[in-house]
């Protein structure tokens, strides 16, 4: 089963595409979810939205590839958006600041 999964909803210009990470974000896995998060911005959408409800665990290495992304996104007119960070991770995003740059978002329960 894959660890990210893309989807898009669009027609010529793609509005939004959802990456759901299904796996710790860290350095064992950032090569691979990097080329998912790599294809999903090469699709140049208004709007990158990285599910992070699957991911249990997120480290510096996966805080880079988030922050990396972001700047891809934005050079090619997107915007990255986190959601459903657990508790730990949205506390890492939180304790390395990456919450005063990229936009993350809490869901409700």
């Known amino acids: ?32 979810i990097g080329a998912v998060l790599d294809s999903a911005v090469r699709l140049r959408p208004t709007r990158l939205v990285v599910d992070l409800a699957g991911c249990p665990f997120l480290d510096a290495v996966g805080v880079n590839l988030l922050l990396a992304t972001h700047r891809r996104a934005c050079q090619g007119g997107g915007q990255l958006l986190l959601r459903s ?25």
């Open 1 to 32: 089963m894959p660890t990210a999964v893309i989807s898009a909803a669009g027609g010529g210009v793609i509005p939004v595409v959802h990456v759901r990470i299904e796996q710790d974000l860290d350095l064992a896995s950032v090569g691979e």
């Open 85 to 109: 960070a657990c508790p730990l991770v949205r506390r890492v995003l939180h304790l390395t600041r990456v919450d005063d740059v990229l936009t993350v978002e809490v869901q409700a329960r």
